[in-house]
């Protein structure tokens, strides 16, 4: 699969800085636990260190990365427990959405959300993950903010951030990916119809299931470096 990141279609300098190392940290490029260099990432990147610094700042917001003095920043290491405390944490939130967005939605809401599916489809087609995973991400964001409620939609994205790498990695599995592709069709076609309850039940189900594959593929990635170590 390609993995390559993609710039921000808008934004400042930092903010393309800010993605390009979300992307490295999502895609497992900068692993958990890791000291990230800024030196290697400034010539890469070609930036100042101006840029880099308020990127980490923001990466530090959202939990991916953590700055200690005088070691620099550090890529976080989440647990698989952490991890699914806060899938549990997401499908609650998208529980409490889902009937309220199947009212709420705006037509203008509903076109938007089917532009961003053709969008990811064809990111799916042309098997660029990383892209697709953008766009995946920015669907169930504003599925939540279709809702119509702002603490929710704070609440939400905070913690999808902080989880993100262990998301992406359930759609590596392209078996996965292809049925992922196909949940999402349905569950837009299922807020269209404006059917809330069911909509909630599609949501928690396509959670469940990208959990379970990011899991297997976490496990089996531990497996290979613990049979690698010395």
């Known amino acids: 699969m390609n993995d390559q990141t993609v710039e921000p279609r808008r934004g400042t300098r930092s903010a393309f800085v800010t993605q390009q190392v979300r992307d490295m940290i999502t895609s497992g490029e900068l692993t958990p636990g890791s000291r990230i260099n800024e030196r290697v990432l400034v010539e890469r990147l070609d930036i100042s260190r101006t840029p880099l610094r308020e990127a980490f700042k923001i990466l530090e917001g959202e939990g991916l990365i953590s700055i200690r003095p005088n070691a620099g920043a550090t890529v976080v290491m989440l647990s698989t427990e952490d ?4 899938i549990e ?3 609650g939130l998208e529980s409490i959405a ?3 967005a199947a009212r709420r939605a705006t037509e203008a809401e509903l076109v938007e959300l089917a ?6 489809t064809q990111a799916w087609r042309d098997n660029v993950l990383m892209t697709y995973f953008h766009l995946n991400q920015e669907i169930h964001q504003k599925i939540v903010d279709a809702a119509k409620n702002p603490a929710l939609s704070r609440v939400y994205a905070s913690e999808s951030a902080r989880i993100r790498r262990f998301r992406f990695a359930g759609n590596r599995d392209p078996e996965r990916w292809a049925r992922a592709v196909e949940e999402h069709a349905r569950i837009l076609d299922t ?5 809330g309850a069911l909509l909630r039940e599609m949501l928690r189900a396509h959670h469940l299931s990208g959990w379970g594959a990011a899991r297997r593929a976490l496990e089996l990635q531990q497996e290979d470096e613990g049979q690698g170590a010395p």
């Open 98 to 100: 889902a009937e309220h």
């Open 83 to 86: 991890v699914e405390a806060s």
């Open 115 to 120: 532009d961003l599916h053709n969008q990811m």
């Open 89 to 91: 944490v997401l499908i």
């Open 191 to 195: 807020l269209r119809r404006r059917e």
